[in-house]
């Protein structure tokens, strides 16, 4: 399956395919925020991954700040490439908060954060309060998850 990558407006970057899309926004040098929407079947191959390739050459070690609420679940290849891309990429990232309200998901995040053997460095938030906060201390300009989400899938 194929995919599209394009550049909004605002400067976000959207990969998107018929049932999933991932958007990143960079509010500063270094930090990183991604929203995924859908199921990733794995048509995007290591693209998400790619897309972070130039901010971690750049400004490594980044916060990485990932958005699941609408993400509807990940094949077993996408959840090992991912454990894989924080079990390689450990050195060049600060931290990593994840924020999802779906108990799978949830329990997805966590799997995953185990299996890299990254410790504290990946955080999953089941609430977007403290996730919020810790993306305000990043990047205070950031404008906030509802007006994130108003960028669409």
């Known amino acids: 399956m ?3 990558r394009e ?3 605002d400067g976000a970057v959207r990969l998107s395919s018929e049932r999933c899309s991932f958007t990143y926004l960079r509010p500063r040098p270094g930090v990183v925020f991604m929203r995924i929407v859908g199921t990733d079947k794995g048509e995007f191959g290591t693209a998400p991954m790619d897309e972070l390739r130039e901010d971690i050459s750049r400004y490594s ?3 990485l700040f990932i958005e699941m609420d609408e993400i509807t679940g990940a094949n077993l290849p996408v959840q090992e490439a991912w454990t894989a891309w924080f079990s390689t990429h450990r050195p060049a990232l600060k ?3 994840i924020l999802t309200r779906n108990k799978f998901m949830h329990f997805t995040a966590e799997v995953v954060k185990f299996f890299s053997r990254t410790g504290e460095l990946i955080r ?3 609430e977007p309060r403290p996730f919020e906060e810790a993306l305000e201390r990043a990047a205070p300009d950031f404008p906030g998850l509802d007006a994130a989400r108003k960028l669409g899938p």
Do not use: G, M
């Open 61 to 63: 070690p980044i916060e």
């Open 2 to 4: 194929s995919f599209k």
């Open 95 to 97: 931290s990593v908060s």
């Open 124 to 126: 999953v938030y089941l």
């Open 7 to 9: 550049t909004l407006e």
